[in-house]
């Protein structure tokens, strides 16, 4: 099982070490693994939120993630996208802007990729954190299965009742930030921050298009009937035949990518405080973005989601403290072993819940806990 899971993270990890190797000599190797770390304390409440939609997508959609969208998360997101980004931001050609990754500048050099991509965090960070508030607004303003804070949960689900209410506050949010501590930044962090709402409403809006919650629950039905049973009360996320393919699970692909885009923003910026080689930090965030994929993939095969039944609530609150340090950190510098922390700390008191949760209703354990493997 472990295997199966984490081969392909296996694989990307021993040629990431052959590049840094053949690339930046030994040292190479340490830096591509701290980088590594670095990724994965940063986004593993990313693969708690991915694995929420992951679970519902079929087994070739899933080998798909794992295939050509890590080659999207290393090539595109880790190298191609920063060098795009500053090519735009300084007017470079794209041959410049690969001439100055490679030049290894230093960051606080104006002039430098480092120091271009620093320049054009105001932009990063209002789109990836906007788009990661609209997450979270729809979450907290959605109906939930299970409340974890009980009593905030509750409140804001009633507040979320009136219409576009999660929009309404996303956009109240920008606002205060684009006119308030990011002033400087107010037309850029506006215009970044629109665009990462309607990018967030245009690829959920996508997914409702194509039906993808009744999808699940017709098929589930459908199984259900075919097998000569009523369907299982007991049972939390779809069943194997449930599990939707074609235009519903290309567009859940689609929103996985640009889930992962806002992950890796704070990851591409921070890892310029450990090297500025552009290359080696491909290498490194490359690695542990595998790692995140393998960690997904892993968590919807063994049903962890349904035993422990607040993890998902514990991650995406740890995506609203992440999309508010994003916006917090156009204007003030916040350490990546803070981001690293909060989010490490939401998914363990939520794990930790659960636990209490499944030991104080033993009742529940007829449920179905059993692994939902994928082939």
């Not at 190298?79 to 490679?102: D, K, N």
């Not at 959920?204 to 459908?222: A, R």
């Not at 700390?345 to 499944?358: C, G, K, R």
């Amino acid at each position: 099982m472990i295997l199966k899971t984490y081969g392909w993270s296996f694989g990307v990890t021993a040629l990431g070490l052959v590049l840094a190797v053949l690339y930046d000599g030994w040292a190479g190797i340490g830096l591509v693994a701290i980088l590594a770390v670095l990724e994965i304390s940063l986004s593993f409440d990313n693969a708690v939120v991915n694995a929420t939609v992951l679970r519902r997508m079929n087994e070739f959609w899933q080998k798909i993630f794992l295939s050509v969208g890590i080659i999207i998360a290393v090539f595109g997101m880790r190298l191609v996208f920063p060098l795009l980004l500053v090519g735009i931001t300084a007017s470079l050609s794209p041959v410049e802007a690969v001439r100055l990754a490679l030049e290894k500048g230093d960051p606080e050099e104006p002039g430098t990729y480092g120091y271009l991509l620093n320049a054009a965090h105001p932009t990063i960070a209002a789109f990836g954190g906007m788009f990661l508030m609209m997450l979270f607004l729809n979450f907290v303003f959605g109906e939930k299965e299970h409340h974890w804070l009980g009593p905030v949960e509750r409140l804001l689900e009633k507040v979320g009742s009136v219409e576009a209410m999660s929009t309404i506050v996303g956009g109240a949010i920008l606002f205060v930030v684009a006119e308030t501590f990011a002033a400087d930044h107010a037309q850029t962090v506006l215009a970044s921050g629109v665009l990462g709402m309607v990018v967030y409403l245009l690829v959920n809006g996508l997914g409702e298009l194509f039906n993808v919650e009744d999808d699940v629950e017709t098929v589930e039905e459908n199984a259900d009937e075919d097998a000569g049973a009523a369907p299982a009360a007991g049972r939390r996320g779809p069943s194997e035949a449930a599990k939707v393919g074609g235009k519903a699970a290309f567009f859940l692909f689609l929103y996985l990518e640009v889930l992962d885009a806002s992950f890796s923003f704070d990851g591409v910026i921070g890892a310029f405080a450990i090297t500025n080689d552009a290359i080696i930090i491909a290498i490194g965030l490359g690695v542990g973005a595998m790692y995140i994929r393998s960690m997904t993939v892993h968590l919807v095969r063994e049903g962890t989601l349904s035993q422990y039944v607040f993890l998902e609530n514990g991650a995406l609150w740890a995506i609203g403290a992440l999309a508010t340090i994003l916006l917090i950190s156009i204007e003030v510098e916040v350490p990546e072993v803070v981001t690293g922390l909060i989010g490490v700390a939401f998914i363990v008191a939520a794990l930790i819940s659960s636990i209490a949760h499944n030991r104080a209703h033993p009742e529940d354990a007829h449920l179905d806990r059993t692994p939902q493997h994928a082939g």
